[in-house]
């Protein structure tokens, strides 16, 4: 009974703690209904979603901002929510969603509040979002291919050289502009990265 008891209690603190974290969640069905798309996340936190193009709407507690993308590690198209989306569909993106990431919306809830690695120089090209606080240790296929960086003013990207944050490195910080790599002796080799804010 005594185990019983403590067992209990030990549920009621972690569905307290985490009812009243701030977190966002994938929904397969619109309204918040059927089953979850993927596990919830919290801020800091990217992944590929569990039910490839399934998602319907997108519950967000708290001050966040979830990033949407339309394909694997975050290629292709993009969009941002700061609010809760009953309804993909209105927006152009029910059943299309294959990662996503969510951060903290102090700073913005748009493309501009993000880092972004770029194929080509001047911010040409591909590109991958770097989200805050958010480390990325392989960037698949971006790998050895950045060739300029956008971050914002108040945060700093560190490029490694290899996968697992390995190799050589470089800390930039966030002018609010493009900066290319090729004269910093970058192009091209960047694998892995964190980012802070």
């Given at each position: 009974?005594?185990?019983?008891?403590?067992?209990l209690?030990?549920?009621?603190?972690?569905?307290?703690?985490?009812?009243?974290?701030?977190?966002?969640?994938l929904?397969?069905?619109?309204?918040?209904?059927?089953?979850l798309?993927?596990?919830?996340?919290?801020?800091g936190?990217?992944?590929?979603?569990?039910?490839?193009?399934?998602?319907?709407?997108?519950?967000?507690?708290?001050?966040?901002?979830?990033?949407?993308?339309?394909?694997?590690t975050?290629?292709?198209?993009?969009?941002?929510?700061?609010?809760s989306?009953?309804d993909?569909?209105?927006?152009?993106?029910?059943?299309?969603?294959?990662?996503?990431?969510?951060?903290?919306?102090?700073?913005g809830?748009?493309?501009?509040?993000?880092?972004?690695?770029?194929?080509?120089?001047n911010?040409?090209?591909?590109?991958?979002?770097?989200?805050?606080?958010?480390?990325?240790?392989?960037?698949?296929?971006?790998?050895?291919?950045?060739?300029?960086?956008?971050?914002p003013v108040?945060?700093?990207v560190?490029?490694?050289?290899?996968?697992?944050?390995?190799?050589?490195?470089?800390?930039?910080?966030?002018?609010?502009?493009?900066?290319?790599?090729?004269?910093?002796?970058?192009?091209?080799?960047?694998?892995?990265?964190?980012?802070n804010?």
């Amino acid at each position: 009974m005594k185990l019983l008891k403590t067992s209990l209690v030990s549920i009621a603190l972690l569905t307290s703690s985490y009812a009243s974290a701030e977190y966002a969640t994938l929904y397969v069905d619109s309204h918040y209904k059927g089953g979850l798309v993927a596990t919830p996340l919290v801020a800091g936190y990217g992944r590929t979603v569990d039910q490839n193009d399934s998602a319907s709407s997108v519950e967000i507690v708290g001050n966040l901002c979830v990033l949407l993308a339309r394909d694997h590690t975050y290629k292709g198209a993009w969009t941002f929510l700061s609010n809760s989306a009953p309804d993909l569909r209105p927006l152009g993106w029910n059943d299309v969603v294959s990662s996503w990431a969510v951060f903290d919306d102090t700073w913005g809830c748009n493309d501009a509040s993000i880092a972004k690695l770029y194929y080509d120089a001047n911010g040409g090209g591909g590109k991958v979002p770097v989200i805050p606080n958010v480390p990325n240790n392989d960037l698949n296929y971006f790998n050895d291919k950045a060739s300029s960086v956008y971050i914002p003013v108040g945060m700093s990207v560190t490029l490694f050289e290899h996968g697992g944050f390995s190799g050589s490195s470089i800390t930039l910080q966030g002018t609010g502009s493009i900066i290319n790599l090729g004269p910093l002796g970058w192009n091209d080799k960047v694998t892995s990265f964190t980012s802070n804010r």
